[in-house]
């Protein structure tokens, strides 16, 4: 199975939208709560290694994109289930920019569960619940919603729509990272991260689909990463908090076995540009007693995410 670390952030088809609908974001009323820019109290001091924003940037964007896990769910045959999303509903209880943050990914994965399965009838109210959560995180001026809305609820094209969201969420991130932020990226990821295997998890439960449980089984790694990025923050009580629950699904990973095995070289074509794609092949070994602890141990998180 291809191994793509690679962050479309398209943090699915999500983190897709927002200014045109929005009009001026900076009219949003400051709060405590609203503020979320990194200083050096937010940094933790004794972390075994301080990363810069450079470093974290790079490690964000070659996180698996859970757009893939979208695409496979879909393959496995199973049915779309709206109940196992989160819900717009809730927005309003995300009140500090940390859940914001969590949860802007969350929806975003979400979105791109519902844009795989072209359920456009429900598609604008979770794009209206991105972009009230963007705007809540300041970040809603990088994103076109009309144009979005329209590709999103008219489109067949679904990597047309992954392209622009993928286009504007650079945007954000490199913006983010600029104003020492990537506290806030790295929040983004991990909730878009944590929304694909939620919902991956959900449908291993009804079909034990092997190709779904090879993919929960390779992002064992990914663990490792997320963790020292959050560690790199972890003097916040919200962050050392995450950490504690990822090191949780770390230990449920524990037994799991990946051997990696290199292919070809490839070239592909990317924004005008000739670039060497080295793609890899995961051989994972993972019984059913493992998948089942770590879906339980990320349905944990995922709910210290969204409830």
């Not at 070809?264 to 995961?282: A, Y």
Request: glycine share 6%; charged share 25%; with cysteine.
């Amino acid at each position: 199975m291809l191994k793509k670390l690679f962050y479309t952030t398209a943090i699915l088809v999500g983190v897709l939208l927002f200014s045109a609908c929005s009009g001026n974001s900076g009219k949003t009323n400051k709060t405590e709560s609203d503020d979320f820019t990194l200083d050096e109290a937010a940094l933790n001091q004794d972390a075994p290694l301080e990363l810069s924003e450079e470093i974290i940037g790079d490690v964000i964007q070659n996180i698996s994109s859970p757009v893939e896990m979208a695409a496979l769910i879909k393959k496995s045959g199973v049915d779309f289930s709206q109940k196992i999303l989160n819900k717009p509903e809730r927005i309003s209880d995300y009140n500090t920019s940390f859940k914001r943050a969590l949860n802007l990914g969350v929806f975003s994965a979400d979105l791109g569960y519902i844009n795989t399965f072209d359920k456009n009838t429900i598609v604008i109210s979770y794009l209206l619940g991105i972009k009230e959560l963007a705007e809540g995180i300041k970040v809603g001026q990088f994103f076109d919603f009309n144009s979005l809305k329209q590709i999103a609820t008219n489109s067949n094209n679904l990597d047309s729509l992954m392209e622009i969201s993928v286009n504007s969420f650079n945007k954000m991130d490199s913006y983010l990272r600029e104003q020492n932020r990537s506290n806030v990226s790295t929040l983004i990821v991990t909730g878009a991260w944590i929304e694909g295997l939620y919902i991956a998890g959900s449908v291993i439960k009804e079909t034990k689909d092997s190709e779904l449980i090879n993919r929960i089984g390779e992002q064992k790694d990914i663990i490792d990463i997320l963790l020292i990025i959050l560690n790199n923050y972890s003097a916040d009580p919200n962050f050392a908090e995450m950490v504690t629950r990822m090191e949780q699904i770390k230990q449920a990973y524990a037994g799991v076995k990946i051997t990696t095995e290199f292919g070809e070289p490839k070239r592909i074509e990317r924004e005008g540009t000739l670039v060497i794609v080295q793609d890899e092949i995961s051989h994972v070994e993972i019984t059913p007693e493992q998948i089942d602890a770590i879906v339980t141990e990320i349905a944990n998180l995922r709910d210290f995410i969204v409830l």
